[in-house]
């Protein structure tokens, strides 16, 4: 199995306040293995907790070989107070907007991909932009919402409060 994780490979502990901003292009012409991507974690365990994250994504892949993809995480692990916004085309065979096993506040964009997420709450781009979505989401110290930030989409504090945080650029991973 080909897996990427874009955080953790096996995370059985806990993923907290953090994001994942990419543009992924993909092709595996070898039948021999699955792949699985995700871009939080994979391979979680059932007591793994990824909370306040999220993806946003551009993925597109010219293969059409069965593929596994979730936007926050692929397997087991409570998912709480995060979304997945995926555009682009993938040819998955399972498609999650937001994986996991208990799902708790989490969204995903509904125009992402063609597949369906069997997991998390659908909603358009729009109501993805607008705070009424996030009910039980601390706004006040975790997360804000601006149309002038993060394209419209909610947002994690720390990183726009002002400090100088390191501008991680462009990387490429080829395996």
């Known amino acids: 199995t080909l897996t990427f994780g874009g955080f953790a490979y096996e995370n059985a502990g806990k993923i907290s306040e953090c994001y ?3 543009n992924m292009e993909y092709s595996f012409y070898n039948k ?3 792949k699985k991507f995700s871009g939080i974690a994979i391979n979680t365990d059932e007591n793994a907790v990824i909370e306040n994250c999220y993806v946003i994504a551009n993925v597109e892949t010219s293969t059409s070989e069965y593929t596994n993809f979730g936007g ?3 397997d087991l692990g409570n998912v709480k107070n995060c979304y997945s916004v995926i555009n682009g ?6 498609y999650y907007g937001v994986g996991g096993k208990n799902i708790e506040n989490s969204y ?6 063609s597949q369906d997420s069997t ?5 358009s781009e729009t109501a993805m932009k607008m705070r009424a979505l996030y009910a039980n989401w601390d706004f006040e110290n975790v997360w804000g919402i601006d149309s002038s930030i993060n394209d419209g989409f909610p947002y994690l504090r720390r990183f726009y409060d002002g400090s100088d945080l390191p501008n991680v650029s462009d990387y490429t991973i080829n395996s």
């Open 20 to 22: 994942s901003n990419f």
């Open 32 to 34: 021999t293995y699955d």
């Open 72 to 74: 926050i995480t692929l």
């Open 89 to 94: 085309s993938v040819n998955a065979g399972d």
């Open 108 to 113: 995903y964009m509904s125009t992402s991909l």
């Open 119 to 123: 997991y998390g709450v659908s909603a």
